[in-house]
């Protein structure tokens, strides 16, 4: 079992940049693609990009893609979220999230993951 721990989020203005950062622990030697969501108040828990175990496949969601990256260190069992030109759409609660193995296509729906963490605010101000 793996636990995660997401930090970096904050306010900032609409334009600024956050990264947010997710770290791992427990079986962190298992191979897992880690995803990041987003939840804003009264919305669904919606998709904002994944990686694969290796680090060499990345998916976004069109909200996101191009502003965004998500990236990950392996030997810190650690993964990232650089957010950049943010908007205030952007607002929400910020989820890391771990899936065993490899995928063909990139996990979209929470329910395609096996481990959450707990969340971080970011807010961004116009």
């Known amino acids: 079992q793996a636990q995660l721990v997401e930090s970096g989020g904050g306010l900032v203005q609409a334009g600024g940049s956050l990264r947010l950062s997710c770290a791992a622990s427990g079986r962190t030697s298992m191979s897992y693609a880690m995803g990041w969501f987003r939840q804003a108040p009264g919305k669904e828990r919606e998709f904002v990009a994944v990686?694969?175990?290796?680090?060499?496949?990345?998916y976004y969601a069109d909200s996101v893609k191009g502003r965004f990256t998500i990236s990950r260190d392996n030997a810190k069992d650690t993964v990232y979220l650089q957010m950049n030109s943010l908007k205030p759409e952007d607002t929400a609660v910020y989820y890391c999230?771990?899936?065993?193995?490899?995928?063909?296509?990139?996990?979209?729906?929470?329910?395609?993951?096996?481990?959450w963490g707990q969340g971080t605010q970011v807010t961004v101000s116009s």
């Open positions: 999230a771990a899936r065993r193995g490899s995928y063909v296509s990139a996990p979209q729906k929470p329910e395609e993951y096996d481990y």
């Open positions: 990686i694969n175990w290796t680090g060499r496949s990345t």
